[in-house]
């Protein structure tokens, strides 16, 4: 009988994030793909864009990492400012950029965007990036502690997904944490522009 049939089990969290933000991802990481971060101002505005986007996001993480995973999140934050001092870049106007999204389980999905991007930076670590033959050593690209957070975070929510509310604030906070970067990386590139105006 029909009613005997069991009931689909739900996706875990990290299937649906995963599902949920892979268009958004692949954007994101087109643009800041174009970025030449063999060259002095790709790797300063690749910097910008992560300080504009980490100065909303990364408290939650921070919380999320300390309370549900045990963890101590590094000052994101503050590496890529003394980055941006040792590059010589003046103080950055985080603009309108603002995380909007506070439902259940925001906080998980905001952690799985920024925990993710971290992990991507071994990527560009191993290819290596302007400034290494200037003495200029990036805090934020070097720091090491983002495989630690993915693998504390992943069977976190492999083992979630049953509760449709903390599904759909992770999936809708997921999805702003990615406009957020993505809002960061144009504002990026307004900085570029008022510094050239400002230059003549």
Same mark, same amino acid.
């Given at each position: 009988m029909?009613?005997?049939? !069991?009931?689909?089990?739900?996706?875990?969290?990290?299937? %649906?994030?995963?599902?949920?933000?892979?268009? *958004?991802h692949a954007r994101l990481d087109d643009a800041f793909g174009a970025l030449a971060l063999n060259q002095r101002d790709g790797i300063a505005r690749f910097l910008r864009a992560h300080a504009i986007g980490m100065a909303q996001l990364y408290p939650p993480v921070r919380d999320f990492m300390r309370r549900e995973l045990g963890l101590i999140c590094p000052d994101y934050p503050a590496m890529l400012r003394a980055d941006l001092d040792a590059l010589g870049e003046p103080e950055l106007d985080a603009g309108d950029v603002s995380l909007k999204q506070d439902e259940t389980?925001? &906080?998980? $999905?905001?952690?799985? =965007? %920024?925990? $993710?991007?971290?992990?991507?930076?071994? %990527?560009?670590?191993?290819?290596?990036?302007?400034?290494?033959?200037?003495?200029?050593? *990036?805090?934020?690209?070097?720091?090491?502690?983002?495989? &630690?957070?993915?693998?504390?975070? =992943? !069977?976190?929510? @492999?083992?979630?997904?049953?509760? !449709? *509310?903390?599904?759909? $604030?992770? @999936?809708?906070a997921a999805l702003e944490s990615f406009d957020i970067f993505a809002r960061a990386f144009a504002a990026s590139a307004a900085d570029d522009i008022a510094r050239q105006d400002a230059h003549g």
């Amino acid at each position: 009988m029909l009613l005997d049939a !069991p009931l689909p089990h739900a996706p875990d969290l990290l299937s %649906v994030l995963r599902e949920a933000t892979a268009p *958004s991802h692949a954007r994101l990481d087109d643009a800041f793909g174009a970025l030449a971060l063999n060259q002095r101002d790709g790797i300063a505005r690749f910097l910008r864009a992560h300080a504009i986007g980490m100065a909303q996001l990364y408290p939650p993480v921070r919380d999320f990492m300390r309370r549900e995973l045990g963890l101590i999140c590094p000052d994101y934050p503050a590496m890529l400012r003394a980055d941006l001092d040792a590059l010589g870049e003046p103080e950055l106007d985080a603009g309108d950029v603002s995380l909007k999204q506070d439902e259940t389980g925001a &906080a998980a $999905g905001i952690s799985y =965007v %920024v925990t $993710g991007s971290r992990l991507g930076l071994t %990527v560009i670590r191993q290819r290596g990036y302007w400034g290494e033959a200037e003495g200029f050593r *990036s805090a934020y690209m070097e720091d090491g502690a983002e495989r &630690a957070g993915w693998k504390a975070l =992943v !069977p976190w929510l @492999r083992a979630r997904g049953d509760d !449709p *509310s903390e599904r759909d $604030g992770a @999936r809708a906070a997921a999805l702003e944490s990615f406009d957020i970067f993505a809002r960061a990386f144009a504002a990026s590139a307004a900085d570029d522009i008022a510094r050239q105006d400002a230059h003549g």
